[in-house]
């Protein structure tokens, strides 16, 4: 056979997950949907827009999500460009130290007083101690999530000059270079006192940039001496609880600061957080791992307990951020190969014991011809994979096996090289497996939820699509590696757990406790896809699960007042567990790969906003 007969026919095919392919990816729909971890589609509060392109438009609705005003984002763009997102953030820090005056203060609460009254709207008298465990209000799907990150952080600064309707000679004096620094250092979260303090020592000719080194450093040395009370750490718990859009904004800035730091010569005890070979973390029951000890920072000791998941192959520094965010724990990167017959890399940032763990029994198949017994008739002698690659959302179309079937026909022997090339690459980038003579086939939503330790059934039934059971399953735990994980558990909550399962998906966390043996009594469970919401709750039922399910539609609706509520009706969590959305950091987005700052990976900052809530909330009870 001569030329090339196996060049892709280009089919339609538009990615849609949350997880990183593991070799060449295909051709990438560039009209795709962008979608949550629930596999909804998320609408922007202005898709109808078309004055920008994607990339601006996205940029936009990321700074504007940061709590800084339309038009100053705007104004910072024009002048910046949008290539250089670093510049335009210190541009935005620094023009909102300018316009930060009393007026634009008044401005900024009225705004947040509008927000809060349509909040209170929406979601009025919320009473956590539900029965039967079910509240059909905020189980529904929200029809505000374009709306949320406005709702959230909505504006702290004003850039105008003037109330409408007020006279120029009304306006109040302008306040001293000395005043608008410590008006801005206190509205990013610092206490005032730090931020008075900072000021008198360095200069009232600093700038913000030096004032916040000043501060951070007072504060890292007295968090080395162990000796030393906090005389501020109450106001700054207050300052958190109240609005945590400022402290989001302190977070950024001190980011910005500790990068441009960074620009110098590398300092090799500050490399980037590099992936292990092999990747098996601090040990797999199926491997012979030195034994390993870690002391945790003293601020990210339990309870509550958290446990963080996301995809290993993330943009260079995402690991770092999200590490500098958790506490500064080291993360723990596992693949999944070593607890069943597929691949998974994954990141876990988490505060649990490493010692005494065990795996759930019995121990998965751990080869492919193991794990699906009757594809070893038809496997080829020239197709030599043991395992399968990381599990996708997506499957190969009956257009492609027909392809491979056809080019295999013609050969009744062995085929060529080039042919057996040509089958292995779209066998291993479409998880294909043999089910008859030259037959190729991708796995059945049953096999998948085998392979990833959800029980028979997990996703079938009640309405769920096909096309919806493989999406879901895609962004899905593998189970048996977080319940290795979570099993030092068992013997601190014999009488039971309860759990907030952010970003809860079909509720891999919730199956791993159960399969542990931990009972469930209370899980507040936050999913975006009422189909996810859907699986679990048939789940919990089919279970016969004795707790009390609470279900939430988003995680932005999870405010301090909400969690309160839940710590004073319960008693608190005790373990704090989710994976937020991987869209911007798979491997596979080869269209908005951007990190952390993209627009579902943001979500990873609520994330940290609600786990940092919780400890505050927990810490004074």
């Not at 892709?8 to 538009?14: R, W």
């Not at 209170?120 to 949320?148: H, Q, R, Y």
Request: charged fraction near 30%; include cysteine.
């Amino acid at each position: 056979m001569g030329g090339k007969p196996f060049e892709d026919e280009g089919d339609d095919v538009s990615w849609n997950t949350d997880d990183e392919l593991e070799i060449e990816d295909p051709p990438f729909d560039s009209i795709s949907a962008v979608t949550n971890v629930g596999g909804g589609n998320l609408s922007s509060c202005c898709e109808a827009s078309s004055s920008a392109g994607p990339s601006s438009l996205k940029l936009f609705q990321h700074f504007v999500g940061m709590g800084f005003s339309e038009k100053l984002v705007r104004r910072a763009i024009e002048e910046n460009g949008e290539d250089n997102t670093e510049t335009i953030l210190e541009t935005l820090l620094t023009y909102s130290a300018l316009g930060n005056s009393p007026q634009n203060q008044h401005d900024a609460d009225s705004e947040k007083k509008l927000h809060n009254d349509s909040y209170d709207k929406l979601d009025p008298d919320f009473d956590p101690k539900v029965e039967t465990g079910f509240n059909p209000k905020i189980d529904a799907d929200s029809d505000i999530w374009s709306s949320d990150c406005e709702e959230n952080y909505v504006d702290d600064f004003s850039d105008s000059d003037s109330c409408p309707g007020i006279e120029e000679t009304s306006a109040p004096l302008p306040l001293s270079d000395k005043d608008q620094k410590l008006l801005f250092l206190t509205d990013m979260g610092y206490p005032a006192e730090e931020a008075s303090i900072a000021i008198e020592r360095c200069g009232p000719d600093s700038s913000i940039e030096e004032l916040a080194n000043f501060i951070c450093a007072a504060q890292m040395a007295r968090a080395d001496d162990h000796c030393f009370v906090d005389p501020f750490k109450e106001q700054r718990q207050k300052l958190l609880f109240r609005d945590f859009s400022k402290h989001k904004k302190r977070k950024m800035l001190e980011f910005v600061l500790e990068r441009k730091k960074r620009k110098g010569p590398i300092d090799p005890d500050d490399e980037p957080i590099r992936l292990p070979k092999p990747m098996i973390g601090f040990g797999v029951p199926t491997e012979q791992c030195p034994i390993v000890h870690r002391t945790l920072p003293e601020a990210a000791i339990g309870p509550p307990y958290f446990y963080y998941e996301n995809v290993a192959l993330a943009p260079k520094g995402v690991w770092d951020t999200i590490s500098r965010f958790l506490y500064d724990i080291e993360p723990e990167f596992v693949d999944s190969k070593y607890f069943c017959a597929a691949a998974r890399k994954r990141g876990y940032v988490h505060n649990l014991p490493i010692e005494n763990r065990f795996p759930l029994l019995p121990l998965p198949p751990r080869t492919v011809h193991e794990a699906l017994p009757l594809t070893r008739r038809w496997w080829p002698s020239w197709d030599t994979r043991t395992k399968l690659n990381c599990l996708q959302t997506a499957i190969g179309s009956a257009k492609l096996t027909e392809r491979i079937r056809k080019a295999l026909e013609e050969w009744d022997a062995d085929p060529p090289l080039s042919v057996q090339k040509y089958v292995l690459d779209e066998c291993r980038k479409w998880n294909l497996v043999w089910v008859g003579r030259n037959k190729a086939a991708p796995l059945e939503p049953d096999e998948v939820e085998m392979l990833l330790g959800f029980p028979r059934n997990h996703t079938r039934g009640g309405g769920i699509s096909r096309t919806d059971r493989y999406k879901s399953l895609g962004n899905s735990f593998q189970v048996d590696t977080v319940a290795y994980h979570l099993s030092v558990l068992k013997d601190m909550f014999p009488g039971g757990i309860t759990l907030l399962s952010l970003f809860s998906g079909i509720g891999g966390a919730e199956v791993a406790l159960h399969r542990l043996g931990i009972p469930l009594k209370t899980v507040v469970s936050i999913e975006i896809s009422e189909v996810n919401r859907n699986i679990v709750r048939s789940w919990w039922e089919q279970t016969n699960q004795k707790g009390t399910l609470i279900e939430i539609a988003d995680v932005q609706l999870l405010t301090g007042d909400r969690l309160e509520q839940f710590i004073s009706s319960f008693g608190g969590f005790d373990l704090v567990i989710g994976g937020s959305p991987c869209n911007n950091l798979a491997g596979s987005n080869r269209v908005s790969r951007d990190g952390l700052e993209g627009k579902d990976s943001s979500l990873f900052f609520d994330y940290f906003r609600i786990l940092d809530l919780v400890k505050c909330i927990m810490g004074k009870k």
